[in-house]
């Protein structure tokens, strides 16, 4: 039976009403109509056939939508990294207190996440270096990302621009698997929550949505040598850019092996369930036929969500390690943080202060985060059809997650991202 969709078809099989997905973006934030057209119409130049960048957005630009669904979720990654970040700084050399010091921000989608970071950062060295130094504020990021979002976030009445003298924002729009800036350019890198997508050469499709949880030890087994390559890769780039005593920081989504005797190696994800729900939802989709089987196993989330020893890996060798002879030398063993759940903590917040177990907003949350991560994959496994068709089906397939999610218990929920950090340096 030849698999196909229109709207009817969706809702019949969700039971939920069609939204398109302009419609739906003018309902949720409030923007014009007129707004709502342009970017119907920017759409619309994306023909069918074509291959979505996996970093590309789909909201209006410069909404901030990013800050305000995945930004939330993943800023209290920044803020177990801030104190840390600080307590290193000195580490790096400042050889003249009126030369330029360079501040990297890699993988920043629209750099709210990072934004007070970047900020206490530039405070700490006024107050060492004093006012007359110069200081660089890269923000590097694919050529699809949100850089309007970017610049309102920099320019904006919170930022540190309108604070310190002397600072400079940049942006790159080379991807962090190439060389985005001269050698010996920065004197600190940092990168939050954005190693774990994979390069366009790495990226390679698998039987299942999600990578790290296929049980095929061969698909295992290239996805490992994928995610090994492009985190050495990633590494090799940072320490030809860094300045001799420049700092690399890194967060990433973590997976932990369980010290249990009954499951030896078993491993723990970072938001498990909502994986899995994700998951299902897909699959109820292919035996719905809204999709073809085709479409079904094209579905396959370009990210790697590495364990700590995978980390250390390109370090330990000093001899033979690639990364090592580079002059990058671990300062700090990776440590793993488990971090609350933002969809989760406004769920809370509101039945303690309303009384009100609002799970609908808690799945609506947490579908407004994935869908940011997933959109476009599940738009480049629907290629070949119309960008309305593809509006279609992944309006729907959102919608039918957040029902799904709704009927469970928030409290019981594993949504909490895992997060590892180090911070290595650049010794010769």
């Not at 590309?56 to 939508?65: D, I, R, V």
């Not at 990072?114 to 700490?124: Q, V």
């Not at 939050?192 to 050469?201: E, P, Q, R």
């Not at 009954?262 to 809204?290: S, V």
Request: proline share 6%; charged share 20%.
């Amino acid at each position: 039976m030849l698999k196909t969709v229109l709207p009817r078809f969706v809702n019949a099989f969700c039971r939920l009403p069609c939204l398109h997905l302009a419609s739906l973006s003018c309902l949720q934030s409030g923007k014009r109509t007129s707004d709502v057209v342009v970017m119907s119409e920017v759409r619309r130049r994306m023909s069918a056939g074509t291959r979505t960048p996996y970093f590309q957005h789909f909201w209006k630009p410069g909404s901030g939508y990013y800050g305000d669904s995945l930004g939330r979720w993943t800023k209290g990654v920044t803020e177990i990294c801030e104190d840390f970040v600080l307590s290193h700084i000195d580490y790096v050399p400042v050889p003249s207190p009126k030369g330029v010091f360079t501040i990297g921000d890699y993988g920043m989608c629209d750099g709210s996440v990072s934004l007070r970071l970047i900020h206490r950062i530039i405070d700490h060295l006024r107050n060492k270096h004093g006012p007359d130094l110069k200081i660089q504020v890269l923000y590097e990021d694919q050529p699809s990302n949100d850089y309007n979002s970017l610049f309102k976030t920099i320019y904006g009445s919170t930022s540190y621009i309108h604070k310190f003298d002397n600072v400079f924002p940049l942006a790159c729009g080379t991807s962090f698997y190439k060389q985005c800036v001269p050698d010996n350019t920065c004197d600190i890198i940092v990168s939050s929550y954005a190693t774990h997508w994979l390069s366009d050469k790495s990226h390679v499709m698998f039987s299942t949505m999600f990578p790290w949880r296929s049980a095929s030890e061969e698909e295992l087994r290239v996805h490992h040598e994928a995610s090994a390559r492009d985190w050495q890769t990633f590494l090799l780039m940072r320490a030809t850019e860094l300045k001799q005593g420049g700092l690399l920081f890194v967060a990433y989504p973590s997976q932990s092996l369980k010290s249990n005797p009954a499951q030896p190696g078993e491993i723990t994800e970072p938001a498990r369930e909502a994986w899995i729900n994700l998951n299902l939802t897909w699959k109820e989709f292919y035996a719905g036929d809204i999709i073809t089987r085709e479409e079904f196993q094209s579905c396959s989330l370009p990210v790697a969500i590495r364990t700590s020893q995978e980390i250390k890996a390109p370090f330990e060798n000093a001899a033979t390690s690639p990364v090592r002879q580079a002059g990058l030398t671990l300062l700090t063993e990776p440590e793993e943080f488990v971090i609350p759940c933002s969809a989760k903590t406004i769920w809370r917040q509101k039945l303690q202060s309303d009384g009100a177990d609002d799970r609908t907003m808690f799945a609506q949350s947490l579908s407004n985060i994935f869908r940011v991560i997933l959109e476009p994959t599940l738009r480049n496994s629907l290629h070949t059809r119309s960008f309305e068709e593809q509006s279609a089906i992944v309006e729907q397939y959102f919608e039918c997650f957040t029902r799904k999610v709704a009927t469970l218990d928030p409290e019981t929920f594993q949504s909490e991202p895992t997060v590892g950090r180090f911070v290595a340096q650049k010794l010769h």
